[in-house]
């Protein structure tokens, strides 16, 4: 029974996301078809700090007006609206419209907000959903979390996405450019991208399942009586109206049975009541974990995700994909160790903070130097790079789990403001690199074909 409800959680945490990771591995294939060309990722940008209205407006409502807000008629909603969004994009995403005197693809654009919306809410709503369930089931959550990037990405990876193959090309007397020549009066080596083994209609179409598939498990998790019997059967501390601005907690009969930290009686009192009521982890603590959470987060979701490409290309494009592949593949194997080896020590998730910090910097040193990084067109350079991309995904992603263990400690209400700070790190990350990338190209990219570095 309980592992039906640990999948239950991970189908569940598969939906947070899947939509717009969906989205973003699925640009090589939109951006050719659509006259937005490559501008394409900075309106989706753009269009995701938007969607964070939603995040904000449950936040403020759960602050405010606690008793008001309907949390399982929330999730309901924007989860059927992540189903029909997906679900419209295979028939209106090449649809375009004159707006502002030029030519535009509204309909996509549209749909990308509602999916964002449906996403960045998720962060502020499925999160608090996963106390009603014992705290096991929470790391099975971010397991499907951490594959809602994963199982996209190998899907468009069946697909064909991104798969150059280098063509020489040469170019006769008369200006006509043809491949595999030998007559012509020049030649050059141009990457070409594969057609893809399916169109991008039956991509969205799986989006749209695999959303269909996260109503399915949520209903699941709220009726099936093996979920029921998988119920916390523990009660987090009681938190005052004053504290909690009266949120309504499960109301169970047993005290906490595992603290986060374990000090004496004397250091217990000594503590200052944090701002979830409890005294497990005084204030300046608290403050602490938001801001690794809030910069790990916009780490992981904007700076180095917006620099993948310049960091890898220049390595090749099998150092590329392994790093987008099994560096999505890191984050729900560091999720599945969590669930039998959980830890809630400071120290821990400080030291591998700085440790997925200084792999990330390596990144983006390597980013800052394309097309020529330090060991450009070697092995040993690919390796580095891609070992560099697993073990920052992999030590963030065990210090997120880490922290959403801690704050499920806390409660319902740090479970939201979890969410929160999660999407404002994200956001802040985005907003700083956006113009860095997009505005002023401080990132060149290489050409995996003709890139000719010194050794």
């Not at 029909?84 to 995403?93: G, K, Q, R």
């Not at 089931?137 to 064909?160: C, D, H």
């Not at 594969?194 to 991008?200: L, R, S, T, V």
Request: aromatic share 12%; glycine share 8%.
């Amino acid at each position: 029974m309980a592992l039906i409800v640990h999948g239950l959680a991970a189908l569940f945490g598969l939906g947070s996301w899947i939509a717009i990771n969906g989205l973003w591995v699925e640009l090589p294939l939109i951006v050719p078809e659509i006259p937005e060309g490559w501008y394409l990722p900075s309106y989706l940008t753009i269009i995701i700090q938007f969607a964070n209205l939603g995040p904000l407006f449950v936040t403020l409502m759960h602050k405010f007006l606690p008793r008001k807000l309907n949390e399982l008629g929330v999730i309901y909603a924007i989860v059927c609206l992540g189903i029909v969004a997906s679900f419209l994009l295979p028939f209106f995403w090449k649809v375009t419209t004159v707006f502002a005197g030029a030519l535009h693809s509204t309909a996509l654009l549209v749909l990308a907000f509602f999916l964002s919306l449906v996403d960045c809410t998720s962060s502020v709503t499925f999160l608090p959903f996963m106390t009603r369930l014992q705290p096991k089931y929470l790391t099975s959550y971010f397991i499907g979390e951490g594959l809602s990037g994963l199982v996209p990405g190998l899907v468009a990876l069946g697909q064909g996405v991104g798969v150059v193959s280098c063509i020489n090309m040469s170019t006769n007397a008369t200006g006509s450019v043809t491949s595999n020549s030998t007559g012509g009066d020049s030649y050059s080596i141009i990457a070409q991208y594969q057609p893809a083994n399916f169109p991008p209609e039956v991509f969205f179409f799986f989006l749209s399942s695999m959303m269909a598939v996260c109503l399915v498990a949520f209903i699941l998790l709220n009726y099936l009586p093996q979920s029921h019997r998988q119920r916390a059967t523990s009660k987090y501390v009681k938190q005052t109206e004053a504290a909690n601005g009266g949120t309504e907690l499960c109301k169970m009969e047993v005290p906490e049975q595992r603290p986060m930290i374990s000090p004496s009686d004397s250091q217990r009192e000594a503590r200052v009541k944090t701002i979830f009521g409890t005294e497990k982890y005084c204030r300046s603590e608290m403050v602490l974990i938001f801001l690794v959470l809030g910069w790990v987060n916009a780490l992981t979701n904007a700076v180095l995700p917006s620099v993948q490409s310049y960091s890898c290309l220049p390595y090749g494009n099998l150092a590329y994909h392994l790093s987008a592949a099994l560096g999505a593949m890191a984050n729900p194997l560091a999720c599945f160790i969590a669930m039998f080896y959980p830890n809630r020590s400071l120290k821990l998730m400080g030291f591998l903070t700085l440790t997925g910090t200084g792999m990330g910097s390596y990144i983006m040193s390597m980013a800052a130097l394309s097309p020529c990084p330090w060991l450009a067109q070697t092995q040993a350079g690919s390796t580095l790079i891609v070992l560099s991309w697993i073990l920052f995904v992999g030590t963030l992603s065990y210090v997120k789990v880490m922290i959403g263990i801690v704050l499920r400690d806390e409660g319902h209400s740090a479970l939201v403001w979890c969410g929160a700070v999660v999407q404002l790190g994200s956001m802040l990350g985005a907003l700083t690199m956006f113009p860095l990338v997009s505005i002023y190209g401080l990132f060149r990219s290489g050409d995996p074909c003709n890139t000719k570095c010194p050794l």
